[in-house]
């Protein structure tokens, strides 16, 4: 999926669209999403300056937005918004700075009739930089 398809899923728009391309999608089930990190994300300006690095809840939140790619291409939920039911076991393993490519994969581990769970884990260079478990309220 390219942006524009991207966005014809989810409700997220410059500069809060923190996914760039879907690499791969079973729909309900799995998602591979990719953030080019530039230094010309407006966060870099204020964390830190002197040593850009990308906060880790926006890391959390790219691989929530490509969970929510995975959820929102299901026919049941073509149109709604998911948003954070929670955050569970958030783990940060490594800084994630400007001319970093941010691989986001998410496993939907259950949905139910208006919520889903996602394990994620983000890597760069096939590190692990960051996971956690996600709770999802679709509305």
Same mark, same amino acid.
């Given at each position: 999926?390219? /942006?524009? *398809? ?14 760039? !391309?879907?690499?791969?999608? $079973?729909?309900? %089930?799995?998602?591979? =999403?990719?953030?080019?990190? !530039?230094?010309? %994300?407006?966060?870099?300006? @204020?964390?830190?300056?002197? *040593?850009?690095?990308?906060? @880790?809840?926006?890391? /959390?939140?790219?691989? =929530?937005?490509?969970? =929510? $790619? ?5 026919? *049941?939920?073509?149109?709604? !918004? ?7 076991k958030a783990k940060f393993r490594k800084k994630v700075v400007p001319g970093d490519t941010l691989m986001l994969e998410? *496993?939907? &581990?259950?949905? +139910?009739?208006?919520?889903? /769970?996602?394990?994620? &884990?983000? !890597?760069?260079? @096939? +590190?692990k930089v960051a996971e956690a478990e996600l709770t999802f309220m679709i509305g």
């Amino acid at each position: 999926m390219n /942006i524009q *398809e991207i966005m014809d899923v989810i409700p997220h728009r410059y500069p809060f669209l923190l996914i760039d !391309t879907v690499e791969e999608i $079973v729909v309900g %089930e799995k998602v591979i =999403a990719k953030k080019n990190v !530039t230094m010309n %994300e407006p966060f870099f300006q @204020g964390h830190f300056p002197e *040593e850009p690095v990308m906060p @880790g809840v926006l890391i /959390i939140e790219a691989l =929530a937005q490509a969970g =929510a $790619v995975a959820l929102l291409a299901m026919p *049941e939920f073509k149109g709604k !918004t998911a948003y954070f039911g929670g955050i569970d076991k958030a783990k940060f393993r490594k800084k994630v700075v400007p001319g970093d490519t941010l691989m986001l994969e998410i *496993e939907i &581990v259950k949905v +139910k009739s208006v919520a889903g /769970i996602g394990k994620g &884990v983000a !890597t760069v260079n @096939g +590190k692990k930089v960051a996971e956690a478990e996600l709770t999802f309220m679709i509305g």
